[in-house]
């Protein structure tokens, strides 16, 4: 009986682990790797097992980097069913292909430069025919029915909270007469976030295999009405400068987060009436997704749809479809465009910036984590000039960030979730976070909770029968493979440098000096 970390482990994203016992070998999410392109990367290479082999796929939640990859999967070989909840199900419909699309576009448009360059083109990781086969997988499961998927092998969905459909899931697993019970969290959400309930908690286990995004620091507590009068104050500023507010927001979750705290905003009068326009096709299909599921809302999005019939009906919203009527948004003013991504590392948002950004009438707004590596950290972190489509663009807009929004419970949240988890009777696996922070987390889990807890490297291995009852010192991996870069990557420095390379040539107008400056940089190659 094994797990091994295939990612998630030394970083944010790409959620991928495979567990394996004398009955069955299955994976818990396939997720993509995010942010920097030193990580992307990881995309393209060969799974670290034969993806033929694997009896079935568990999801978590819909997000892509928990579920990114599994197109690639059934691309090399993978047949067996994906099992999720049936809102996850019905987002997958709409999230797989939109990112194969994504992907051929950006090979497409990489293939066109390398062919310049002189360089081979590249293939993309898969495409929409090898999404349109891993939706076909999909199995729609309801939470708290418990259900074998293999022999040996009882499985149990409950709510985490995070997003539509979002859930922790709990697997006993049997083998040569021995019991496990392991619970991997997926992503916890916090308490009180817009539209979903709260998450469920758990009482014990033998393993935990937890998330740690933000598991070395506390966001200032945001309470509801402050999260809104936050937002109020910023849309209010914004129209007195007179220009546009572009948010970048995930199609997922932080869309429909938006427009429900939009909708109690303008039925309080609390700002005007001011059209929103969300300018992404998938959000629209997304929300679409969220109507249909009413059963999942808390208390407040119930409140909202029983005095609108429909929680994201309103006169002022607009969602626009082709892309003419996204080119169309550049000549109009006193609107708010909310698009994705919302790290604006790929899609529409890309655009508005290019023609928004420079302007100091126009307001940005950021209302999520921005990881390292992306446009939306540069700019979050003051960046005065970045490149979007290999042109420069200046930062004139006034940048603001609007806390209480994540999907993740930060460090007091999660440990608040963990408060009810009294007894882990062998380890904790602490994934889904940067270096610093899943070690932060490791040390708040072992000094506050008492638990036996580590960090798992890319592709460690470990043998979960042989992990001794706590408190036993951890288990040490049995393998080893490589550890998946995190942080600013060459890709940024090479970006940083010919943005500051630029702005040296058009300063220093002495030929002798510029040519002394590049003459050493040239002379390091």
């Not at 991997?184 to 009180?192: H, K, L, P, T, V």
């Not at 919302?342 to 899609?347: H, P, Q, T, V």
């Not at 922070?437 to 042989?466: H, I, W």
């Not at 036993?472 to 090479?494: F, I, R, T």
Request: charged share 25%; aromatic share 8%; hydrophobic share 40%.
């Amino acid at each position: 009986m094994k797990i091994s970390f295939h990612g998630a482990a030394g970083c944010v994203t790409g959620s991928n682990y495979l567990v394996e016992t004398d009955k069955c070998r299955f994976l818990v999410d396939c997720g993509m790797f995010q942010g920097s392109k030193t990580l992307k990367e990881h995309n393209y290479r060969k799974f670290a097992y034969d993806p033929a082999s694997i009896d079935f796929v568990l999801v978590t939640h819909a997000h892509i980097d928990h579920t990114g990859l599994l197109p690639k999967l059934v691309k090399h070989g993978f047949k067996g069913p994906i099992y999720a909840t049936e809102p996850t199900v019905d987002l997958l419909r709409h999230l797989l292909p939109d990112s194969a699309h994504i992907q051929e576009i950006e090979v497409f448009q990489k293939n066109h430069r390398n062919e310049r360059k002189g360089l081979p083109p590249i293939e993309p990781i898969y495409q929409e025919e090898d999404a349109t086969k891993a939706i076909a997988l999909l199995k729609g499961l309801k939470r708290y029915e418990s259900f074998v998927p293999a022999e040996g092998c009882k499985v149990t969905y409950h709510n985490a909270g995070h997003v539509l459909g979002s859930s922790f899931i709990e697997i006993i697993l049997e083998e040569a007469g021995e019991t496990r019970k392991i619970v991997f969290s997926g992503d916890i959400g916090e308490d009180d976030h817009p539209i979903v309930h709260d998450p469920d908690r758990i009482k014990e286990t033998d393993f935990l295999v937890v998330e740690s995004t933000y598991g070395n620091r506390n966001r200032e507590e945001v309470s509801k009405e402050q999260r809104l009068a936050r937002l109020a104050e910023v849309f209010k500023d914004a129209e007195k400068r007179g220009g546009k507010i572009i948010i970048p927001a995930f199609a997922l979750e932080r869309t429909q987060d938006l427009l429900h705290d939009i909708l109690i905003l303008k039925e309080r009068n609390a700002i005007s009436d001011i059209q929103v326009v969300v300018d992404s096709p998938l959000a629209n299909a997304i929300t679409k997704v969220f109507v249909k599921y009413p059963e999942s809302y808390d208390e407040d999005a119930s409140e909202i749809m029983s005095k609108m019939g429909n929680l994201f009906d309103h006169s002022d919203f607009r969602f626009t479809s082709s892309a003419e009527d996204s080119k169309a948004l550049n000549n109009e003013s006193n609107i708010v465009i909310m698009s994705a991504s919302g790290m604006c590392d790929a899609g529409r948002i890309k655009h508005h910036l290019k023609h928004n950004l420079w302007n100091p009438a126009n307001t940005v707004v950021f209302v999520g984590y921005q990881a390292e590596g992306t446009l939306g950290r540069l700019i979050t972190q003051g960046a005065k000039t970045v490149r979007i489509h290999g042109e420069e663009v200046s930062v004139g807009a006034k940048i603001e960030q609007i806390h209480g929004y994540s999907g993740h419970a930060d460090q007091n949240g999660l440990l608040k979730w963990l408060s009810s988890l009294k007894e882990v009777r062998r380890e904790v696996f602490v994934v889904h976070g940067e270096p610093d922070a899943a070690e932060e987390f490791v040390n708040q889990l072992t000094e506050k909770c008492g638990f036996v807890a580590y960090a798992p490297r890319m592709n460690e291995e470990f043998d979960l029968l042989s992990v001794a009852e706590a408190p036993v010192a951890a288990v040490k991996p049995v393998v080893v493979v490589q550890k998946p870069e995190a942080g600013v990557d060459s890709y940024n420095l090479y970006a940083d440098l010919m943005l500051k390379l630029a702005e040296f040539m058009r300063k220093n107008k002495d030929e002798a000096q510029r040519r002394e400056k590049l003459g050493k940089i040239l002379s390091q190659f």
